[in-house]
């Protein structure tokens, strides 16, 4: 990694180590992590870095709730800036969340607000069950993302088509009418196995109209390949 690839990283595991806010409905089920556990994910954590020429000035973690009780999950976000002034409108914006929870927490079975819909630069979401350390799905959630170049688009469409991993999923497609090759958008380095940022690509494998399966590949545009590819599910919104 280059050094500011590094320095995000590091900054990411810092704050999980040291700054790391914890919903207060996990805190009153007794289910804040331990130091320990603390140190057990900050080293286990994907390695976070900023996209293209952008590096992180700020990161904030909170550790979310699942409007459970008792909670089966716990949400990890990762909230990351790139400007000072974004930084400072998230800490604001955090800040009056917290009011808004401390106001609505009276009494267990009142539902509260979590942290979901904070703006930053780059947003992250690991779920986990709380107690483990163990990250059982991590996700880039923020809406940039879709904002992919025409021509980096057609690049990655046309790398996609080319490898024999997609003409196989193509071909083996339950019917006709589910369209082509989709771009979904960017995808981060940890979630592509990819030194560089990727591009995101789903080719739909079935479709009932309501609910379907889609073949998700990771499309790396400098070494023009598919770096990662797994069967993701698919509903209608």
Excluded at 2 to 10: F, G, K, L, M, Q
Excluded at 174 to 192: H, N, R
Aim: charged share 30%; glycine share 6%.
């Amino acid at each position: 990694m280059s050094s500011n690839r590094e320095r995000d990283a590091e900054k990411v595991r810092h704050v999980l180590r040291h700054e790391l806010k914890v919903h207060v409905r996990l805190q009153d089920q007794n289910k804040a992590p331990t130091e320990e556990q603390l140190q057990q994910l900050a080293d286990t954590i994907p390695d976070v870095m900023a996209f293209g020429d952008n590096s992180f000035i700020g990161v904030r973690a909170v550790l979310d709730w699942d409007h459970q009780i008792p909670s089966k999950y716990a949400l990890l976000r990762i909230l990351a800036c790139y400007r000072a002034l974004d930084l400072e409108r998230l800490d604001a914006l955090i800040e009056d969340r917290d009011e808004e929870i401390a106001e609505g927490n009276l009494y267990p079975e009142f539902d509260v607000p979590d942290y979901g819909d904070l703006d930053s630069s780059e947003s992250y979401v690991a779920l986990m069950t709380p107690g483990s350390v163990e990250i059982e799905d991590f996700r880039f959630m923020s809406a940039w993302r879709k904002q992919v170049r025409p021509a980096v688009a057609d690049l990655a469409v046309e790398t996609v088509k080319n490898t024999p991993s997609y003409q196989r999923a193509a071909a083996a497609r339950s019917g006709d009418g589910l369209g082509g090759p989709v771009v979904i958008g960017w995808a981060p380095p940890c979630l592509a196995n990819t030194s560089t940022w990727a591009v995101e690509i789903w080719l739909l494998t079935e479709f009932d109209g309501h609910q379907g399966k889609a073949r998700v590949f990771m499309v790396d545009l400098d070494e023009k390949a598919v770096t990662r590819e797994f069967d993701t599910d698919v509903q209608l919104a």
